[in-house]
């Protein structure tokens, strides 16, 4: 295979305290990052919500007199939005700002 046929390979590794990941394109590590392995909990923390209010989305709330199932929602709704906020700041730390 040549290198203008070579598929990019990305390359993590996951240890106790950070992940480090990379991109090789063929020639050389086109990417690299790395960031703490505890940030890395907020996209199970996502599921996990979502898992939570789909499981009580028949029960209602005695007080507010709706389905749980919107309460619980803003569980994986602010993982996401704090998973994109993660990459969206560790894509200007590694690549730099966007262009204007």
């Known amino acids: 295979m040549s290198e203008a046929d070579a598929q990019p390979l990305l390359a993590i590794d996951a240890g106790n305290t950070r992940i480090k990941w990379g991109v090789h394109d063929g020639r050389g590590w086109s990417m690299t990052g790395s960031g703490p392995t505890a940030e890395s909990g907020t996209l199970h923390r996502a599921w996990h919500g979502a898992t939570l209010a789909w499981r009580v989305r028949e029960q209602p709330s005695a007080a507010l007199e709706i389905p749980m199932t919107w309460p619980y929602a803003a569980i994986p709704v602010a993982a996401l939005l704090m998973a994109w906020s993660l990459a969206a700041s560790a894509r200007r730390r590694w690549r ?5």
């Not at 730099?96 to 204007?100: D, I, L």
């Open 96 to 100: 730099g700002p966007p262009p204007a």
